[in-house]
T-cell receptor, first 109, second 113 residues
């Protein structure tokens, strides 16, 4: 079966750095996405990785290791508005997105 | 219209009733998707359409049907609603299938009693 694992919930302090991990086992791999979803709102795109390595975009970076079936999202200089759920999704061999259940990130002052 | 819209925003429905959730995008995207999101579970794909005139089944298609008569509209129909279809439904679109980011509508919160 296909499986994507993320921690259910994480807590971090404003101004700090947090790393949200995602491991996956899917039938094929055509890329990995990270989305942000604020409570009661729609998911919005953060990043896309298809090759191994780190992609940096402002305060957010995403890392991929295809051999380990592993990715992480790194958030720096945390702000209160970063409180949200972060969804990891893998594009499988049929080009369909398989979604993790999401990690709820709580930011404390 | 800017982006992707869904209607209604929320709905309470009696079991056994027929319901159509509407989705419209103005980005001229080829691919469109319907997901349901339930607490503790990831988004699950119900149906998709890679281009106008074609549709496909996702992970959880039973009890749902879709049509794609044109590029902009992708309605989702529940022929005879059941309580297990209580969920938040998101419509999404992307330029084409596969590697592109998906843009999501605001969602429809459906309760089936």
């Amino acid at each position: 079966g296909q499986n994507i694992d993320q921690p259910t919930e994480m807590t971090a302090t404003e101004g700090a750095i947090v790393q949200i991990n995602c491991t996956y086992q899917t039938s094929g791999f055509n890329g990995l996405f990270w989305y942000q979803q604020h409570a009661g709102e729609a998911p919005t795109f953060l990043s896309y990785n298809v090759l191994d390595g780190l992609e940096e975009k402002g305060r957010f970076s995403s890392f991929l290791s295809r051999s380990k079936g592993y990715s992480y999202l790194l958030l720096k200089e945390l702000q209160m508005k970063d409180s949200a759920s972060y969804l990891c999704a893998v594009l499988d061999s049929n080009y369909q997105l398989i979604w993790g259940a999401g990690t709820k990130l709580i930011i404390k002052p | 219209i800017a982006g992707i819209t869904q209607a209604p925003t929320s709905q309470i429905l009696a079991a056994g009733r027929r319901m159509t959730l509407r989705c419209t995008q103005d980005m001229r995207h080829n691919a469109m998707y319907w997901y349901r999101q339930d607490l503790g579970l990831g988004l699950r794909l119900i149906h998709y359409s890679n281009t106008a005139g074609t549709t496909g089944k996702g992970e959880v298609p039973d009890g749902y049907s879709v049509s794609r008569a044109n590029t902009d509209d992708f309605p989702l129909t529940l022929a005879s609603a059941v309580p297990s279809q209580t969920s938040v439904y998101f419509c999404a679109s992307s330029e084409r299938e596969g590697h592109n980011e998906q843009f999501f509508g605001p969602g429809t919160r459906l309760t089936v009693l």
